[in-house]
């Protein structure tokens, strides 16, 4: 037997921490509330990226404001990207109001990309990029009539060239149309 007077006390202290220690290892938790969310939130295995990307681009436009554009490009993995387009509260209709007045003032994809440029914010959540277009100053320029620079105008020429270059196409004349704001333009079908 020892006659150190702090062994007894310094034994009963190192039993007790393993008990506790062992207490809060192995005591039952309650898993009842767990339980609860599992049986009213189903997790069914998908192949489809698409239901996830319609909630993400949901929790994205409610966080911006009325009559706004967005412009949302999810990267994937493998390199590629999936682009999709939403508008906040009125948005689509003035969109479509802007494509028509652009169209009818023979305005072009340069004039899309400058004007579109001014009134852009751009943010990101992890992989996705996220450009945000507010659609009233957007509209009030296309009504003035505002265009691109003949140096953008020129830059467009040349990345239309080299992409005909590349692909081994011939480049039509001109620059392309106005790309769209609105959902009647940038869903349309094209040929």
Same mark, same amino acid.
């Given at each position: 037997?020892?006659?150190? =007077? ?5 034994? @009963? ?23 609860? *969310? ?7 295995? $998908?192949? +489809?990226? @698409?239901?996830?990307?319609?909630? $993400? /681009?949901?929790? &994205? ?9 967005? !412009? ?10 999936? &682009?999709?387009?939403? %508008? ?9 109001? &802007? ?12 004039? %899309?990309?400058? &004007? ?6 751009? +943010? +990101?959540?992890?992989? /996705? ?9 957007? *509209? ?5 009539? #505002? ?12 990345? /239309? ?8 196409? /011939? =480049?039509?004349?001109?620059? =392309?149309? !106005? ?10 079908? #094209?040929?």
């Amino acid at each position: 037997m020892s006659t150190d =007077p702090l062994e007894q006390p310094m034994r @009963k202290l190192a039993a007790s921490m393993r008990q506790a220690t062992l207490n809060s290892l192995y005591m039952p938790v309650d898993l009842s509330a767990y339980l609860r *969310l599992a049986d009213t939130v189903p997790l069914v295995p $998908v192949t +489809s990226r @698409k239901p996830v990307e319609l909630a $993400v /681009i949901d929790s &994205i436009a409610s966080q911006q404001e009325p009559e706004t554009f967005l !412009w949302i490009v999810f990267y994937r993995p493998d390199g590629g990207a999936n &682009i999709r387009y939403a %508008w906040t509260g009125n948005g689509a209709v003035l969109g479509d109001r &802007i494509d028509q007045l652009a169209l009818a003032m023979g305005l072009d994809c340069a004039d %899309w990309l400058h &004007i579109t440029d001014l009134h852009c914010r751009q +943010s +990101s959540r992890g992989r /996705i990029a996220i450009s945000a277009y507010a659609l009233r100053p957007l *509209l009030a320029d296309v009504q003035r009539g #505002t265009r691109s620079p003949e140096t953008r105008r020129d830059g467009v020429r040349r990345i /239309i060239a080299c992409a005909a270059e590349r692909s081994g196409q /011939i =480049p039509r004349p001109g620059i =392309p149309g !106005w790309t769209g704001v609105g959902p009647s333009l940038l869903n349309r079908r #094209t040929p």
